[in-house]
């Protein structure tokens, strides 16, 4: 039995025995999430591992304003959107955006769990200035989800496009709000695009995505220069996820 396999082996008994015993009910950092069966080994077991999006949790639930409202890009399963509902006061407003319409059911069941009534959305759709419609790639993990740039393996689907402009209107043009984005490399379009309303953001906790932009012949070096192009700092860092404060 080689690596992998040997790995793979133990992580279906964990998650098996788990199934077993409470169902798809999984604890996240005292929350209950449900996950579907098609969420795949690889999530269900950083789950249980305590390793699901660990470093995104640990600085939502550190530096997360429970007053400003949040726009949240790149929901997936809607697991760490459970979280960031949790440290938001009630009336606070959330706006979940998620591009795999497959995944549609299971980031609502947990983006809304807790929820006020209104308080928050989930929205299907993608981040993406050139057009109404994006193309949007669905591999076999939920992570392997990205804009369709005309390789990789996955089925393409057509999604709503939007760009953050809309997003900040469609939760009433606030002052202030807090971003939370993972959206496999995506934000590099975002700094470079939409830096006018990026500048009404005074907190964001962003996951960069070297190997994505590498792809596109950019770099990480070049992701830094329109972090500080768009007034924000670099005020924490957990592996490669970034808390951004306006300067």
């Given at each position: 039995?080689?690596?992998?396999?040997?790995?793979?082996f133990f992580r279906r008994s964990r998650?098996?025995?788990?199934?077993?015993?409470?169902?798809?009910?999984?604890?996240?950092h005292g929350l209950a999430v449900t996950m579907p069966q098609s969420a795949g080994l690889a999530a269900m077991n950083a789950l249980l591992r305590g390793k699901y999006e660990s470093e995104e949790a640990?600085?939502?639930?550190?530096h997360l304003p429970a007053d400003l409202p949040v726009i949240e890009l790149g929901g997936s399963l809607g697991v760490v959107s459970r979280l960031i509902r949790s440290r938001l006061a009630p009336g606070t407003r959330h706006l979940v955006v998620e591009a795999n319409?497959?995944?549609i059911e299971a980031c609502s069941r947990n983006a809304l769990a807790g929820a006020a009534p209104g308080a928050t959305e989930v929205l299907n759709a993608a981040l993406f200035r050139d057009g109404p419609e994006a193309r949007f790639r669905i591999g076999e993990?939920?992570?392997?989800?990205?804009l369709d740039i005309g390789s990789g393996a996955g089925r393409v689907v057509a999604v709503p496009a939007v760009t953050l402009k809309d997003l900040h209107q469609r939760i009433g043009s606030p002052s202030a709000f807090s971003l939370v984005a993972d959206i496999e490399g995506a934000e590099f379009?975002?700094?470079?695009?939409?830096?006018?309303?990026?500048?009404?953001?005074?907190?964001?906790i962003v996951e960069l995505h070297p190997k994505e932009?590498?792809?596109?012949?950019?770099?990480?070096?070049e992701m830094d220069g329109l972090i500080a192009a768009a007034g924000f700092?670099?005020?924490e860092r957990l592996a490669d996820v970034v808390l951004l404060r306006s300067t």
């Open positions: 039995m080689n690596r992998n396999a040997f790995r793979d998650v098996a025995r788990h199934l077993a015993a409470r169902g798809p009910v999984f604890d996240y640990a600085l939502i639930a550190k319409p497959d995944l993990e939920t992570h392997s989800n990205a379009a975002l700094f470079e695009k939409d830096a006018e309303t990026l500048a009404k953001a005074a907190l964001a932009y590498a792809k596109a012949c950019r770099s990480e070096g700092r670099v005020t």
